[in-house]
């Protein structure tokens, strides 16, 4: 059928009744459940690209002899971090959308994917035990000879029958997705789907997630990790340039907490869902800044 299967499955822990209420959580903008996990697993993409930028900049200066003076973040982020917007978000039930032509749900794949690879951070955690944080490493990747876009009279429910999940997909949230990067800007629709429990293979397999133009393993990836990147506070990291310069952009950051999803501040990482961006809200440990030998 000329589908490209960017199948990605993804679950949060306590998320499984929410695919199916419209119970929104408390907060200062209120999202429903699927519309959350949507803006969640975008701004959680952003928030890992950022932190692997810092890393890369800050290592590099610490091998580098020649350390710069001073380094203004903001000025290294421009046009190097992954900028996403999410609009025209609609949820409902699946037979809302069943006989949607899939070309109205989805863009069709073209010649340009932005590759969203994960990227194992190892370091130390605040005892000084080691710890692993995953952050996503991002390009834009040129397709020379993409696939023929669906015909018009492929629906949604041809495509869920043909993968044996027509009685399984319980909701929908259709959105669209605005991305700039590296001076490529793309704005298209995507899709989440969300299932019975089990349904897909790996992590508690209730999400279908169909966007062809972010490559999904880094979206699924993000949207599964919660834990709070202590190994990027290794002393080394942060006795860089760099390293001064983010902990002073993370204390400015123009995201305020009060406006913050509450699921994950216990993490110590504080997602605005409007802003579609996160920053860490915990300190570093005391030994994270020790002169460099």
């Known amino acids: 059928m000329g589908i490209k299967n960017v199948i990605c ?3 949060l822990i306590g998320v499984a009744a929410n695919f199916v209420s419209h119970t929104a959580f408390a907060s200062p903008k209120s999202y429903s459940p699927q519309e959350r996990l949507v803006r969640l697993a975008y701004a959680k993409l952003s928030f890992y690209q950022k932190l692997y930028l810092f890393k890369k900049w800050a290592l590099k200066e610490f091998r580098s002899r020649d350390l710069p003076i001073q380094v203004n973040l903001a000025e290294r982020y421009e046009g190097e971090r992954v900028r996403v917007q999410i609009s025209d978000v609609r949820v409902g039930d699946i037979q809302e959308v069943l006989e949607t032509p899939m070309i109205d749900l989805v863009t069709p794949v073209s010649n340009w994917e932005l590759d ?3 990227v194992e951070s190892k370091g130390v955690d605040d005892n000084r035990n080691p710890a ?3 952050l996503i490493d991002s390009r834009w990747s040129f397709r020379p000879n993409p696939p023929p876009p669906w015909p018009r009279s492929l629906t949604l429910r041809d495509v869920l029958a043909a993968k044996g999940k027509l ?8 959105y669209r997705v605005d991305v700039r990067f590296q001076g490529k800007h793309r704005n298209y629709k ?5 299932m019975k429990p089990g349904t897909m293979p790996g992590f508690d397999g209730r999400i279908w997630i169909i966007d062809n133009v972010i490559n999904m393993m880094g979206l699924l990836e993000s949207l599964h990790t919660t834990q709070w990147p202590r190994s990027l506070w290794n002393r080394w990291y942060l006795n860089t340039p760099t390293g001064r310069a983010f902990r002073e952009a993370e204390m400015s950051s123009p995201i305020k907490e009060e406006n913050c999803d509450p699921e994950l501040l216990t993490d110590g990482i504080c997602c605005d869902l409007e802003l579609l961006d996160c920053k860490l809200v915990l300190p570093p440990p005391a030994n994270a800044f020790r002169p460099r030998d």
């Open 116 to 118: 969203a690879d994960v």
């Open 132 to 134: 692993t944080a995953f």
């Open 190 to 194: 995507a899709l989440f789907l969300f």
């Open 167 to 174: 009685d399984k997909c319980l909701r929908y949230a259709r």
């Open 9 to 11: 499955v993804a679950g």
